[in-house]
């Protein structure tokens, strides 16, 4: 059973940055992509950004393009969220995530880091 382990969240004033981490541990960590979701308070989990292990091709949801960026090291097993310029609105606990193919669900989950931004 693969688990999820993440780190670096904290509280931040408007305008600063924080890199969030994500290690993967278990036997054969071979998933086809990586992501990050989070969920601000009263809300439901919501999609942040996505990877590719094998290409790295990345996608995101518009309201943090040009300040999130993910990345991973395969030789870590380790995906991050490289999060700039952060606003009040990315306040959330924020929780990394994989599947294993294309046409699986996202399953398994970390235990979440809280990022809280003041303004």
């Known amino acids: 059973q693969v688990q999820l382990v993440e780190s670096g969240g904290g509280l931040v004033q408007a305008g600063a940055s924080l890199r969030l981490s994500c290690a993967a541990s278990g036997p054969t960590f071979r998933p086809y992509s990586m992501a990050w979701f989070r969920q601000a308070p009263g809300k439901e989990r919501a999609f942040v950004a996505t990877i590719v292990w094998s290409t790295g091709n990345t996608a995101y949801v518009d309201s943090v393009k040009g300040r999130f960026t993910i990345s991973r090291d395969s030789a870590k097993n380790t995906v991050y969220l490289q999060m700039n310029n952060l606003k009040p609105e990315d306040t959330a606990l924020y929780y990394c995530?994989?599947?294993?193919?294309?046409?699986?669900?996202?399953?398994?989950w970390g235990q979440g880091t809280q990022v809280t931004v003041s303004s």
């Open positions: 995530t994989y599947r294993v193919t294309l046409s699986t669900s996202y399953d398994n």
